[in-house]
């Protein structure tokens, strides 16, 4: 499987300031998702990340509050904008590759507190 | 109805015994199936994948599917308190999605 960094692992943030999130991967692959894992919860899908071109986000999830970029196949960055506590999360990349075909490998989480 | 349901547990197993960790599902198109481990703290990790309805081995771990039932199962043989963990179901939705569950949470009795 892929090796999968994010950056940063954890941050605490103020209220109304916004957070980038960046996912390194070691190797091209074909699909790069965002995952957010509150408290207690399952994972929810943020987005798709889409190399080149805008992401694809899920019901509940809008462009303007969570910005992602994917400028090429081994990297994205996902956005968190003008936090509130109701941010604090968990945000997990996840890809999967041309040798994975059907599965996903998540990266290490960045743990967010927002105060 | 829940796309995916899992009890939520905890679901406790003396060591050495046979953990079986339970699934079903709501949308009859899925065809690939899922399970992660995750530890507290940790992000998920993918131990096993089940395509084909029946029994797939895999070491101490056993995936079972049968579609025509939307039921998907884990047992996990010789259990080790390392096993000790939240275990998410996830089908791949008819929207190519993988859908999560919320997981059982498992506890091995040392």
């Known amino acids: 499987s892929a090796v999968i960094s994010q950056k940063p692992s954890r941050d605490i943030c103020q209220r109304g300031t916004s957070l980038t999130i960046q996912c390194q991967v070691d190797?091209?692959?074909?699909?790069m998702f965002w995952y957010r894992q509150q408290p207690g919860q399952s994972l929810t899908l943020i987005a798709t990340?889409?190399?080149?071109?805008?992401?694809?986000?899920e019901s509940g999830f809008v462009i303007d509050k969570f910005p992602i970029s994917r400028p090429n196949l081994t990297f994205s960055t996902l956005t968190v904008s003008n936090m509130s506590p109701e941010d604090s999360s968990i945000y997990l990349c996840?890809?999967?590759?041309?040798?994975?075909?059907?599965?996903?490998?998540f990266g290490p989480g960045t743990r967010l507190t927002v105060l | 109805q829940k796309e995916v349901e899992q009890n939520s547990g905890p679901l406790s197993v003396p060591e050495g015994a046979i953990a079986s960790l339970n699934c079903t599902y709501s949308?009859?198109?899925?065809?690939?199936f899922f399970w992660y481990r995750q530890y507290s703290g940790k992000s998920p990790e993918l131990i096993m994948s089940?395509?084909?309805?029946g029994d797939k081995e895999d070491g101490r771990f056993t995936a079972q599917l049968n579609k025509a039932s939307q039921y998907v199962s884990l047992l996990i043989r010789d259990s080790q308190p390392s096993d000790s963990a939240t275990y998410l179901c996830?089908?791949?939705?008819?929207?190519?999605?993988?859908?999560f569950g919320k997981g059982t949470r498992l506890h091995i009795l040392p």
């Open positions: 949308d009859r198109v899925s065809q690939s």
């Open positions: 996840s890809v999967q590759t041309r040798a994975s075909y059907n599965e996903q490998f």
């Open positions: 990340a889409n190399q080149g071109s805008e992401a694809t986000y």
């Open positions: 190797s091209q692959v074909t699909m």
């Open positions: 089940i395509y084909s309805n």
């Open positions: 996830a089908p791949r939705n008819r929207d190519d999605k993988i859908i």
